[in-house]
């Protein structure tokens, strides 16, 4: 009798040591981690995708917003999270590219989190609070030109999308203003519609129901063509910027380790999820751009990831951004 109920308490014991197995793959709820704060982008479409992925898995994929210092708290959580395909992490240019560029990580946002998929990209909204006196575009950059330093643009934290896209468009005008950075898109957005900062570069999915009820100015959008869900909104350049564009995208990774089979289960899960029609609707009304099926494989994340690197490291190192 004793050892029998050695034998299976030993066995139990090296069945809970065992790799994560993909056969019986989800067997419990698995966890998102989304690196930023309810109410911006990243967290509007990380909710869509978790319940399309749930949906596609059978078992809940419950969110945990994990925010601070521009994701790079959430995403180090993931990164040290067991590679049993119960944590995943949900990113953007910013938190999985950007910041490799701004922190000293103590890891590789390329190579130390596993791709599971690329998803979608978006662009901005160049937004002024309701007060300003500007109309369009060319009104603004005037505006911006009178006004310099005195100008607060908001931000979703330092070596965010909104920030770099920022200073490039300081650089374009020659200009300097002042940056005030939050803790997400969806607070930015806030102190816009309350009038605490000037100017926004903000995105559709979060933006797009306050332009149209007047409650803030859209000037331009930062692609470069019109969107089909607004598109009384000139593109910066038609509007006045000529040459300013300027798009990021999302996507999910798992910790590094995570067995092939698993990634592939959730990689399925993605596809799944972006081929039903009426979450395609959904992101599409909110701007996004779907990457196409080659894409979004691991191996076509990986590769975009490395490209991206390779295009932005520089220009964010030579703008000196620096954590604050």
């Avoid at 944590?87 to 701004?102: D, E, L, R, V």
């Avoid at 690329?118 to 500007?134: D, E, H, S, W, Y």
């Avoid at 100017?199 to 306050?210: C, K, Q």
């Avoid at 690197?309 to 703008?319: F, G, H, N, T």
Wanted: proline share 7%; charged share 20%.
């Amino acid at each position: 009798m004793i050892k029998s109920i050695l034998a299976a308490a030993i066995a139990a014991g090296l069945a809970a040591a065992s790799p994560a197995r993909a056969d019986d793959y989800p067997s419990r709820p698995i966890t998102m981690i989304i690196p930023l704060a309810v109410g911006g982008s990243t967290d509007v479409l990380g909710r869509i995708i978790a319940k399309g992925m749930s949906e596609a898995l059978g078992q809940t994929v419950v969110v945990e917003n994990v925010s601070g210092a521009a994701g790079v708290i959430g995403v180090t959580k993931a990164e040290r999270s067991e590679p049993d395909g119960y944590t995943i992490q949900w990113g953007m240019w910013g938190t999985n590219m950007a910041n490799g560029a701004i922190y000293n990580l103590g890891f590789d946002l390329l190579n130390d989190l596993d791709p599971v998929a690329l998803v979608a990209t978006q662009p901005f909204f160049i937004n002024g609070r309701k007060t300003l006196a500007p109309n369009n575009l060319k009104e603004l950059v005037a505006w911006l030109k009178q006004n310099g330093d005195k100008t607060t643009m908001g931000t979703s934290g330092v070596g965010s999308p909104s920030h770099v896209a920022g200073i490039l468009m300081e650089n374009m005008l020659g200009l300097k203003w002042q940056m005030v950075s939050y803790r997400s898109a969806g607070l930015a957005n806030q102190d816009l519609l309350a009038g605490t900062i000037d100017i926004l570069l903000d995105t559709p999915a979060v933006s797009l129901p306050h332009v149209k009820s007047g409650d803030v100015k859209g000037y331009a959008v930062t692609s470069q063509n019109r969107l089909s869900i607004s598109p009384e909104i000139p593109t910066a350049d038609e509007a006045g910027m000529p040459g300013y564009v300027f798009n990021f995208w999302h996507a999910l990774w798992a910790p590094k380790g995570t067995p092939r089979p698993i990634v592939d289960k959730l990689n399925a899960a993605i596809q799944k999820t972006l081929a039903d029609p009426e979450i395609r609707q959904r992101l599409t009304d909110l701007a996004q751009v779907i990457y196409p099926p080659e894409m979004r494989t691991p191996e076509g994340l990986h590769a975009f990831q490395k490209s991206e690197v390779e295009k932005w490291y520089p220009i964010i190192k030579a703008a000196g951004i620096k954590p604050e």
